[in-house]
């Protein structure tokens, strides 16, 4: 393959000998302070972690969702509101996965309205070390709706970005170092156009636990490609995936349409085979916040045996199934109503930990315009708990904040949900639209703090999520490029794992063991 070379950081500005990144343009800033609120004192959860996928980054650091499970919960530390710094980097369109290198480095993919770009990015100044243009979107009705293209990458267990693209092939881009820099090269290319129609679009790839990579398109080819040689197995339901999906570590690939939640497994040739297929409650309705009449989210694994979703019904519910391959009676757990009729949907996954699940309202949402001169969207984040007999659901908490269209999340060492939310203004041109990452308490849903991020339409998130680094810092990316959140001072103590990279001590076997130091703290199972 053709070597692509880094760009270099000479050509970038430097201060104190570190590389800057260009900052997106503020717009006017809102009277008052930017933060709101009041600094948070670590109330750490403990809850199970989601087993290591084998062929996958370090959990927390490799895909969109955090992990296989697709949980959106760290057990790192995130920011407490502590004189909380920020720093941005304009780079032409939204950076939706953030994922993390072993050297700690951020590798992501920023859509922008044409082209779609892979970075190597300085994660405290977001200065680019090296950039890969991936091929061109393909024309849409709505292109902030679009997710194909890069929006679901994962980084695999040798620090490689494994993109989906629009040209029907997956390309696994490895990072070298040289004299001169760090570099992009692709390193493999599976083609995947004789499985998928020349009108569809290739969302979303992982692997499942034995490193078979699966890949679903938007038009509803689910497919797996033999890592070694390439060869390409698909079918196809017939129905649509807008989402990507998530593995479990018995081989379930667990995958939501527009009309049922499934469970494949391979055959002994490798194929993708429906294991079980429920239908769940659909209104019909192509609600506004929604790319299709369909669930909107990614399906959320929890402990050994849940995968829970949303549904289209009015009022949505959270639905919760019984994961194995084989169960006698009902797989259904809960149907659990969340927000009011005529104004709920989300389009983003749920967060998961232990019995513990977040529900985001995205009801409104259709693009940039629904978010400016002082609008927003329908307010709303819930949390439902699993009953301890595992028979029912029970919702614990509201909150009215509105969150537009974020993937939230929650630090497991903090105590926080973290989402970026707009409030609405008097309408008219002269609105500042200020969006804001703001902290939620996991165990009341109250509202602990929030942090202005910027105003206007290049603040605006359009369904990229909110990610923790390792150096427990928020990142989310924007239509514009990508934000930086950090606490100033030392990062709080508590439930911080210890989580040994590849190659270092501790690492058993070059995986990554996570070793969460957090006695006497009650577990939410």
Known sequence: MKRLAGIALAA????????????????????????IGEP??????????????????????????????????YQTAGPLGNAIEEATAALGGDCGTVTFDGRGRIVTVCVGV?????????????????????????????????FSGGGYFYLDDQDRAVIPTTSHHIFV???????????????RDYDLTAAIPES??????????????WFVTRFGVVGTVDPASGTVASRSLGEEIENSFAVDETGGVFIVSDKAMYRFDADASGAPQVTWREVYPNSGIHKPGQVNAGSGTTPTLMGPSWVAITDNADPMDIVVYRRERDFTGSRTVCVQPVFSAGASDTENSLIGAGRAMIVENNYGYTGPTATQGGLSTAPGIERVDIDPDGNGCTPVWHSDERAPTVVPKLSLATGLVYTYTKDPEPPGPDAFDPWYLTALDFATGTTRWKRLAGTQTSFNNNYAPVTIGPDHAAYVGVLAGLVRLADTGAPPAGCTPVVPLRGEAGGAAGRTRIRPRCPGLPLVR
């Open 200 to 213: 569809d679009r290739t969302t979303s790839a992982l692997p499942d636990w034995s490193g078979r990579l």
């Open 114 to 146: 044409q082209l779609p770009t892979l970075y190597l990015l300085e994660p405290d100044t977001l200065a680019t070390l090296a950039s890969l243009p991936l091929p061109p979107r393909v024309p849409s009705s709505n292109p902030f709706q679009e």
């Open 40 to 73: 948070a004192e670590p109330q750490p959860v403990v809850a199970p972690a989601p087993p290591q996928q084998p062929f996958m980054a370090p959990n927390e650091r490799s895909n969109i969702h955090d992990d296989a499970y697709m949980s959106d919960a």
């Open 173 to 187: 881009v490895a990072t070298r170092e040289d004299a001169a820099g760090p570099s992009f090269e692709v390193e």
């Open 12 to 35: 970038l500005a430097l201060l104190g000998g570190r590389a800057l990144a260009d900052p997106i343009p503020e717009g006017p800033l809102p009277p008052g302070p930017p933060f």
